[in-house]
């Protein structure tokens, strides 16, 4: 069984930058895709960045283009997450997410296997 556990969050301040990990343990080899996504206080929860290991091919959000880099290490089994310029609309529970083959890398309902998630704050 495949498990998720993500680190790394906390509270910052705006502009400052923080690095997410998601370690997956268990029998990871058939999982293609792993993603981050977020979810603030009332909102739906979004998609953030994802790594398809077929074809090495990374997406991000609009909003985060040019400040998140998404990398992942095979050999570990880990996806980071590197977050430069935080903004306040950056605050929200961050969640690693996997899947074994994805077309649609934005759609949440897609993965089903997610960490726990971690906690991201950015005051102003």
């Known amino acids: 069984q495949v498990q998720l556990v993500e680190s790394g969050g906390g509270l910052v301040q705006a502009g400052d930058s923080l690095t997410l990990s998601c370690a997956a343990s268990?029998?990871?080899?058939?999982?293609?895709?792993m993603a981050w996504f977020r979810q603030a206080p009332g909102k739906e929860r979004d998609f953030v960045a994802a790594y398809k290991w077929i074809g090495r091919s990374i997406y991000y959000r609009d909003s985060v283009k040019g400040r998140f880099t998404v990398s992942r290490d095979n050999a570990k089994n880990t996806l980071d997450l590197q977050m430069n310029n935080l903004k306040p609309e950056d605050t929200a529970v961050y969640y690693c997410?996997?899947?074994?083959?994805?077309?649609?890398?934005?759609?949440?309902?897609?993965?089903?296997?997610w960490g726990q998630g971690t906690q991201v704050t950015v005051s102003s």
């Open positions: 997410a996997s899947s074994g083959a994805v077309k649609n890398v934005v759609d949440a309902s897609k993965y089903d296997l």
């Open positions: 268990g029998r990871t080899f058939s999982r293609d895709v």
